[in-house]
T-cell receptor
Framework: DAMVIQNPRYQVTQFGKPVTLSCSQT?????MYWYQQKSSQAPKLLFH???????NEADTPDNFQSRRPNTSFCFLDIRSPGLGDAAMYLC?????????????FGQGTRLTVV | AQKVTQAQTEISVVEKEDVTLDCVYE???????LFWYKQPPSGELVFLIR??????QNEISGRYSWNFQKSTSSFNFTITASQVVDSAVYFC????????????FGAGTILRVKS
């Protein structure tokens, strides 16, 4: 059974139109992460939540925001998507921040901007 | 700054061949973690191994083995007797000790195993 679920798997949005990607987890993990993976590139961490504490990576554009209303759900909001934001967006969870706990990834949402 | 280099963009092998995927890393930390993940066509990243910087013992798990050498900052991954199901993108990753799951990934190596 999937433990980290991302919806939808594929999302098409218009240039400049706000879009929200969803991630849910059944693991009751404290930490949730969002990674951006552009075509043929490595995943790149955008931000993470430790419980309700939001932590932005220094080079994450302001266009990207996140919400975590409860332990199970985390959302990625792209306020004004540009063509360069087309990518696979991966959600991950871990029990803790330390590397002694494994990170579990969802299947990703592939975002297309038209 | 942390950096992971996977010089092999794509490797093609025939089933049953052995294949080694290279990973070289850079970090100023004395304590850090190294990882390998597999990304099949379905998209999710599948955890394969985690190694901390103080444990240089090589590890074998079935057909998979990993060679960690601090002296050359390398953490190479070998698949013995490759199978078609091994076809995927493989990522090497690095993290700091205190933020062990904030991963810095290499660019990935596409492995194609042909029958």
């Amino acid at each position: 059974d999937a433990m980290v679920i991302q919806n939808p798997r594929y999302q098409v949005t218009q240039f400049g139109k706000p879009v929200t990607l969803s991630c849910s987890q059944t693991l009751n993990h404290n930490v949730m992460y969002w990674y951006q993976q552009k075509s043929s590139q490595a995943p790149k961490l955008l931000f993470h939540y430790y419980d309700k504490d939001f932590n932005n990576e220094a080079d994450t554009p302001d266009n990207f925001q996140s919400r975590r209303p409860n332990t199970s759900f985390c959302f990625l909001d792209i306020r004004s998507p540009g063509l360069g934001d087309a990518a696979m967006y991966l959600c991950a969870t871990s029990r803790d921040l330390g590397a002694n706990t494994e990170a579990f990834f969802g299947q990703g949402t592939r975002l297309t901007v038209v | 700054a942390q950096k992971v280099t996977q010089a092999q963009t794509e490797i093609s092998v025939v089933e049953k061949e052995d294949v080694t995927l290279d990973c070289v890393y850079e970090t100023r930390d004395t304590t850090y973690y190294l990882f390998w993940y597999k990304q099949p066509p379905s998209g999710e990243l599948v955890f394969l191994i985690r190694r901390n910087s103080f444990d240089e013992q090589n590890e074998i798990s079935g057909r998979y083995s990993w060679n960690f050498q601090k002296s050359t900052s390398s953490f190479n991954f070998t698949i013995t007797a490759s199978q078609v199901v091994d076809s995927a993108v493989y990522f090497c990753a690095l993290s700091r000790a205190e933020y062990g799951n904030k991963l810095v990934f290499g660019a990935g190596t596409i492995l194609r195993v042909k029958s």
